[in-house]
């Protein structure tokens, strides 16, 4: 594991946030160092599951890497700049309000020229629909973490279905567990293991 992950894991915070630094000056890719920060924070998952670490060390996780995505963000932007645009409407749904992974692939897709209508956590059906029709976005982002979770992500695939919408909207399911399955499970168009994986496909949609 690389020291970065490792104290993202062991919640060092002055650590973490050292070694940011440290890797930025190297020139390392503002995403590779999101990505060795999931690692940690899969492992801060795992802990959890194991009953060593509680909600608060979760928190605390959670507002470590918002630290660091504040330094990261304005370099998630620039890299992405100058790419082809469109509009994508994105959200955690209904049930849930896990919005890390969400903010990141938002501050992508911003850099990458898309039109970003984020509706932020626990986002009823309904509003998804909403913001798709009058927004005419061809691309609706579904961000879910719980396996609680993953029925409401197909409640709304089916109000878009519902409303006439099915056939204007990409639907793309993103969040840690999220594989294959989960996909097919929701009736979504595609699912995105990562922020980079989820701006490509909206490039792809987009032509
Ligand atoms: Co929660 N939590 N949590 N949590 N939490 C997980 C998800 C869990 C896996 C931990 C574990 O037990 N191992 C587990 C879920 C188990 C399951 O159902 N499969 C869990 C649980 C159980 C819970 C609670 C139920 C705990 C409780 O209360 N008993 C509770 C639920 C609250 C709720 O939502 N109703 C809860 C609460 C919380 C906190 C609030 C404390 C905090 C979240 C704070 C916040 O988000 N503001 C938290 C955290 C921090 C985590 C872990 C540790 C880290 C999540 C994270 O931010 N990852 C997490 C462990 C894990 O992920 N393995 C865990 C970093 C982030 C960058 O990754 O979100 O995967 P991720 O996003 C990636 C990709 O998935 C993708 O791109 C992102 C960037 O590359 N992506 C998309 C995501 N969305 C996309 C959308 C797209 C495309 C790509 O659309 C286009």
Avoid at 141 to 158: D, H, W
Wanted: charged share 25%; net charge negative; aromatic share 6%.
């Amino acid at each position: 594991m690389d020291a970065l992950a490792q104290a993202m894991r062991d919640l060092d915070e002055k650590k973490v946030n050292e070694l940011v630094e440290e890797k930025i000056r190297a020139g390392v890719p503002a995403m590779e160092i999101v990505k060795l920060c999931n690692e940690g924070m899969v492992a801060i998952g795992d802990l959890f599951s194991q009953g060593v670490y509680f909600i608060s060390e979760l928190l605390f996780s959670a507002e470590i890497l918002k630290g660091v995505m504040k330094r990261l963000d304005p370099l998630l932007q620039a890299a992405g700049e100058g790419n082809s645009a469109g509009k994508v409407v994105i959200g955690t749904v209904k049930g849930d309000i896990h919005d890390i992974g969400k903010n990141i692939v938002s501050t992508l897709l911003r850099g990458a020229g898309f039109d970003v209508i984020d509706l932020g956590v626990d986002v009823p059906a309904q509003k998804f629909v909403d913001a798709v029709r009058q927004s005419g976005a061809r691309v609706l982002g579904l961000s879910a973490l719980l396996n609680l979770t993953y029925p409401e992500m197909k409640s709304v695939v089916e109000e878009i279905v519902k409303a006439g919408l099915r056939d204007q909207v990409k639907v793309i399911v993103g969040g840690a567990p999220v594989n294959e399955q989960v996909r097919q499970f929701a009736g979504a168009d595609y699912w995105a293991p990562d922020a980079v994986a989820g701006v490509n496909l909206c490039r792809q949609i987009y032509g």
